[in-house]
């Protein structure tokens, strides 16, 4: 008889380890290379994902509930994130009309 977790898995955990890999470099990528700021908050989002991913499969795989706790968190932490961040990029926007983070250095004193 096959337990809860791999009836309910039904690909292996390899799969969602590489996915979320894949999810997670291309998030970096995407903080590292890009200048434009909403490029740079998709792509934090896009680590936050992978990483819920990969607490989300571990949970169901091991049996244990506390992953999708965690999951939770992170969810509340994107969504303070997201809030705290736009409302800094709409300030940055009415000051230099542009998105891109190399304009910032005219808001020094």
Do not use: C
């Amino acid at each position: 008889m096959e337990t809860v977790s791999q009836s309910i898995q039904g690909i292996p955990l390899n799969h969602y380890i590489l996915l979320s890999a894949i999810i997670f470099t291309i998030g970096v990528i995407g903080v590292l290379i890009r200048r434009n700021a909403i490029i740079i908050f998709m792509s934090v989002e896009l680590m936050l994902n992978a990483v819920n991913l990969l607490l989300t499969a571990f949970s169901v795989y091991w049996g244990d509930a506390s992953g999708q706790v965690f999951v939770f968190f992170i969810m509340a932490l994107a969504a303070a994130e997201v809030a705290i961040g736009l409302a800094i990029l709409t300030m940055i926007y009415r000051n230099t009309n542009s998105t891109d983070i190399n304009i910032l250095n005219r808001l020094k004193w």
